[in-house]
């Protein structure tokens, strides 16, 4: 016998209390997850957009630094194009043209105000445009094999042959996923939050725009929650991992195709016959225009409403965000999308619940 | 004298207390009646169907402290009878409890105390063998710290540590074994559930586990139920063994009352005329048969004394080997009590 070797001894001490094992799920998954290079490569190349977007913080605060806010607004205002200046010079322009005409506040009201726009336009175009399509291909890379590979190899007897729940089994899942969501959403913007304070003229900028880090959190949660809902219970659906990540990229696939033929076809009907198609009077039934620029439309600067965002999961995800940030206000724009996030959220727990509970009782 | 093997034909059983076992933590072995909570297991006319399928059929049976064998054919329902004892499956009637406690009702409580090994192999992917074990310690609530320390020490004791850095996928059958009984132990449970526990394991291994599982009985008064079908194995370590056949208990009891032959016999084993001496034994009233080339099964009943046996072996010239209680093969006994249940079952049909 090994001079290591101690024997069987009795243990008695203190044991953690429900809920611990989620932890201990999500603890373990992460760092299992964090082994592939793939997830490693992705996860930092995910931060990648908010150099950009930071350079963008960067010039607006240096433009009131330097005291070219006005001038900046009397262009917007003579409707000059301010594209000179990147992303930024797109929402500049389109928000300093929307302020234009308050006149009654002080400079320094104007800026406070312009800036909180500014910053919710760049933070939101930054969750919609780059964020949000890396977050589909993080998720895919990692979600599909959490719990069909559990399935496969029948490690679920791991975890329900001890005081593991199964919602508590689901939770640490979903907590893995939900931490490298928040790795490639919440962490960056939340940089590019603070980024924006630091280069600002004052420090006071942080109180002016405290809310900001709520809304990001908030933003990230629209995003995250029916995500994550959804690659767990195509996960949970196989024992195959390859095609719960087929699964989850058709969808996406598949929504954004369907959106996007829906509102081309929405565009040839309004061109065709905008008498029958459109009422006149009605202008949210207005097809959006078709500009070419994605970031720009991902910051709201397209106030047409879009009609068929319910029907793909990135554009409802984008409108609820627009929502969160104060960029999009009618409840006709926001209650589909929402409506549609919510039912896709709550179909894909009762998924996951029913079918996380199978194995053991097959 | 049969009093204790009760066969079952489905029937709900009365409960009555009987006499457990009690191990003490030095090995000491008592019997005493112990309160009805106290059982490890009891099971009260348990059904469960899959549909239309009746898996476990009224079953009504009783895991004393000790080592239990539950021993059956495939599809008998022995591991649907783990998962009821486990809370991970509904009833459709009936009433399970594990120290007292209704699984169903309370199954976090139930498998704090309850370590399981399953017969297939069910492993994290990518973790180490001492990753796996730690991480099976942590589930069950094991602080960090003590769960890594409790890892390392029980692979220790399970002949494992050297492997213990190697991921679990990359093991072999009988290691991944090690591994998973380890994780069974590591949170110190008071029963251990083992289904085919040697699978995959060497001889030698195999003889190592079938020690583990007594130490813990013996030593550390824990309660053991072994799903197996290798009847050589239950006859080795248990002391209660369950025949579970088409859902149903067919036998259930000590496994030195279920081996004790009808009739109470002596085995002589010798060398020599051993014809002769069979003759001078029914010569005086005894009756002796030939069981193999050097086996005669001498009748004990009616209290004959051994004076006679050993006057007729002295009087025929043979060489005595050995003198012992005649014990039946448990195999078969068990074969008997399923081919009776088979019988059973067409005569129903």
């Given at each position: 016998?090994?001079?290591?070797?101690?024997g069987?001894?009795?243990?008695?001490?203190q044991?953690a209390?429900?809920?611990?094992?989620?932890?201990?799920?999500?603890?373990?998954?992460?760092?299992?997850?964090w082994?592939?290079?793939?997830?490693?490569?992705?996860?930092?190349?995910?931060?990648s957009?908010?150099?950009?977007?930071?350079?963008?913080?960067?010039?607006?605060?240096?433009?009131?630094?330097?005291?070219?806010?006005?001038s900046?607004?009397?262009?917007a205002?003579?409707?000059?194009?301010?594209d000179?200046?990147g992303?930024?010079?797109?929402?500049?322009?389109?928000?300093?043209?929307?302020?234009?005409?308050?006149?009654?506040?002080?400079?320094a009201?104007?800026?406070?105000?312009?800036?909180?726009?500014?910053?919710?336009?760049?933070?939101?175009?930054?969750?919609?445009?780059?964020q949000?399509?890396?977050?589909?291909?993080?998720?895919?890379?990692?979600?599909?094999?959490?719990?069909?590979?559990?399935?496969?190899?029948?490690?679920?007897?791991?975890?329900?042959?001890?005081?593991?729940?199964?919602?508590?089994?689901?939770?640490?899942?979903?907590?893995?996923?939900?931490?490298?969501?928040a790795?490639?959403?919440?962490?960056?913007?939340?940089?590019?939050?603070?980024?924006?304070?630091?280069v600002?003229?004052?420090?006071?900028?942080?109180?002016?725009?405290?809310?900001?880090?709520?809304?990001?959190?908030?933003?990230?949660?629209?995003?995250?929650?029916?995500?994550?809902?959804?690659?767990?219970?195509?996960?949970?659906?196989?024992?195959?991992?390859?095609?719960?990540?087929?699964a989850?990229?058709?969808?996406?696939?598949?929504?954004?195709?369907?959106?996007?033929?829906?509102?081309?076809a929405?565009?040839?009907?309004?061109?065709?016959?905008?008498?029958?198609?459109?009422?006149?009077?009605?202008?949210?039934?207005?097809?959006?225009?078709?500009?070419?620029?994605?970031?720009?439309?991902?910051?709201?600067?397209?106030?047409?409403?879009?009609?068929?965002?319910?029907?793909?999961?990135?554009?409802?995800?984008?409108?609820?965000?627009?929502?969160?940030?104060?960029?999009e206000?009618?409840?006709?724009?926001?209650?589909?999308?929402?409506?549609s996030?919510?039912?896709?959220?709550?179909?894909?727990?009762?998924?996951l619940?029913?079918?996380?509970?199978v194995?053991?009782?097959? | 004298?049969?009093?204790?093997?009760?066969r079952?034909?489905?029937?709900?059983?009365?409960n009555?207390?009987?006499?457990?076992?009690?191990?003490?933590?030095h090995?000491?072995?008592?019997?005493?009646?112990?309160?009805?909570?106290?059982?490890?297991?009891?099971?009260?006319?348990?059904?469960?169907?899959?549909?239309?399928?009746t898996?476990?059929?009224?079953?009504?049976?009783?895991?004393?402290?000790?080592i239990?064998g539950l021993?059956?054919?495939?599809?008998?329902?022995?591991?649907?009878?783990?998962?009821?004892?486990?809370?991970?499956?509904?009833?459709?009637?009936?009433?399970v409890?594990?120290f007292?406690?209704d699984?169903?009702v309370?199954?976090?409580?139930?498998?704090?105390?309850?370590?399981?090994?399953?017969?297939?192999?069910?492993t994290?992917p990518?973790?180490?063998?001492?990753?796996?074990?730690?991480?099976?310690a942590?589930?069950?609530?094991?602080?960090?710290?003590?769960?890594?320390?409790?890892?390392?020490?029980?692979?220790?004791?399970?002949?494992?540590?050297?492997?213990?850095?190697?991921?679990?996928?990359?093991?072999?059958?009988?290691?991944?074994?090690?591994?998973?009984?380890?994780?069974?132990?590591?949170?110190?449970?008071?029963?251990?559930?083992?289904?085919?526990?040697?699978?995959?394991?060497?001889?030698?291994e195999?003889?190592?586990?079938?020690?583990?599982l007594t130490?813990l009985?013996?030593?550390?008064?824990?309660t053991?139920?072994?799903s197996?079908?290798v009847?050589p194995?239950?006859?080795?370590?248990?002391?209660?063994?369950?025949?579970?056949?088409?859902?149903?208990?067919?036998?259930?009891?000590?496994?030195?009352?279920?081996?004790?032959?009808?009739?109470?016999?002596?085995?002589?084993?010798?060398?020599?005329?051993l014809?002769a001496c069979?003759?001078?034994?029914?010569d005086?009233?005894i009756?002796?048969?030939?069981?193999?080339?050097?086996?005669?099964?001498?009748?004990?009943?009616?209290?004959?004394?051994?004076?006679?046996?050993?006057?007729?072996?002295?009087a025929s010239?043979?060489t005595?080997r050995?003198l012992e209680?005649?014990?039946?093969?448990?195999?078969?006994?068990?074969?008997?009590?399923?081919?009776?249940?088979?019988?059973?079952?067409?005569?129903?049909?």
């Amino acid at each position: 016998m090994p001079l290591h070797d101690l024997g069987y001894r009795p243990w008695s001490g203190q044991r953690a209390g429900p809920g611990a094992a989620s932890g201990v799920i999500a603890a373990t998954g992460i760092r299992l997850a964090w082994t592939s290079r793939w997830l490693r490569r992705a996860v930092l190349f995910a931060w990648s957009p908010a150099l950009l977007f930071a350079g963008s913080f960067f010039a607006f605060e240096q433009s009131i630094e330097e005291g070219r806010f006005t001038s900046l607004k009397e262009r917007a205002r003579l409707g000059r194009n301010l594209d000179g200046v990147g992303v930024l010079g797109t929402v500049l322009a389109d928000t300093l043209g929307r302020t234009a005409n308050e006149r009654h506040v002080s400079e320094a009201q104007d800026i406070a105000l312009t800036r909180r726009l500014v910053w919710s336009r760049l933070l939101l175009a930054f969750m919609r445009a780059p964020q949000a399509v890396l977050l589909a291909v993080v998720v895919g890379l990692v979600a599909p094999s959490l719990i069909s590979r559990d399935l496969r190899a029948r490690a679920w007897l791991v975890y329900f042959t001890r005081p593991v729940g199964r919602f508590e089994y689901i939770l640490g899942k979903i907590t893995i996923l939900t931490t490298i969501v928040a790795a490639i959403t919440v962490a960056p913007a939340l940089a590019l939050w603070l980024a924006g304070v630091l280069v600002s003229p004052s420090i006071s900028v942080a109180a002016q725009t405290c809310d900001l880090p709520l809304k990001i959190v908030a933003a990230s949660a629209a995003l995250a929650i029916p995500t994550v809902l959804l690659a767990l219970a195509y996960s949970s659906l196989t024992t195959e991992s390859r095609i719960a990540s087929f699964a989850w990229f058709a969808t996406w696939a598949a929504c954004w195709i369907a959106h996007a033929s829906l509102t081309t076809a929405d565009l040839v009907a309004a061109a065709e016959a905008p008498a029958i198609a459109w009422e006149t009077t009605d202008d949210e039934y207005r097809p959006p225009p078709r500009r070419g620029n994605w970031v720009a439309r991902a910051a709201g600067l397209d106030d047409t409403l879009d009609r068929w965002a319910w029907l793909s999961p990135y554009h409802a995800v984008g409108v609820v965000q627009a929502w969160i940030f104060g960029v999009e206000t009618r409840p006709r724009a926001v209650l589909p999308p929402a409506i549609s996030l919510a039912a896709i959220s709550i179909l894909s727990a009762v998924v996951l619940a029913r079918r996380v509970a199978v194995p053991t009782r097959a | 004298m049969w009093t204790f093997l009760r066969r079952r034909g489905g029937a709900a059983h009365d409960n009555g207390r009987a006499a457990a076992e009690v191990y003490g933590r030095h090995g000491e072995r008592s019997t005493s009646l112990t309160a009805d909570a106290a059982l490890p297991i009891r099971l009260d006319s348990v059904v469960k169907r899959y549909g239309r399928r009746t898996v476990l059929d009224q079953v009504t049976c009783d895991v004393h402290p000790g080592i239990t064998g539950l021993v059956g054919p495939n599809g008998a329902g022995k591991s649907t009878l783990v998962r009821a004892i486990l809370g991970l499956v509904r009833l459709a009637a009936g009433k399970v409890e594990v120290f007292g406690i209704d699984p169903a009702v309370r199954p976090r409580l139930v498998r704090q105390a309850v370590g399981v090994v399953p017969e297939d192999e069910c492993t994290v992917p990518g973790l180490a063998a001492v990753e796996m074990v730690r991480y099976a310690a942590r589930l069950s609530g094991l602080p960090g710290t003590e769960a890594l320390r409790r890892a390392h020490e029980v692979l220790d004791w399970c002949d494992a540590g050297q492997e213990r850095y190697r991921p679990v996928e990359t093991l072999s059958v009988g290691m991944r074994q090690k591994v998973a009984f380890a994780a069974a132990i590591v949170h110190d449970p008071r029963m251990v559930i083992l289904d085919e526990p040697t699978n995959g394991l060497d001889p030698i291994e195999r003889r190592a586990m079938l020690g583990r599982l007594t130490t813990l009985a013996r030593e550390h008064g824990k309660t053991i139920l072994v799903s197996t079908h290798v009847l050589p194995d239950v006859q080795t370590i248990c002391d209660r063994v369950i025949v579970l056949a088409a859902g149903r208990v067919r036998l259930e009891g000590s496994l030195d009352e279920l081996t004790r032959p009808v009739v109470p016999q002596l085995r002589l084993e010798a060398t020599g005329p051993l014809d002769a001496c069979a003759q001078l034994l029914r010569d005086r009233g005894i009756a002796a048969t030939r069981a193999d080339a050097t086996t005669l099964l001498v009748s004990a009943e009616q209290g004959r004394g051994l004076d006679e046996v050993w006057t007729a072996v002295r009087a025929s010239g043979v060489t005595l080997r050995a003198l012992e209680p005649a014990r039946r093969r448990f195999e078969d006994v068990f074969l008997q009590a399923i081919a009776r249940s088979e019988e059973g079952e067409h005569a129903t049909s």
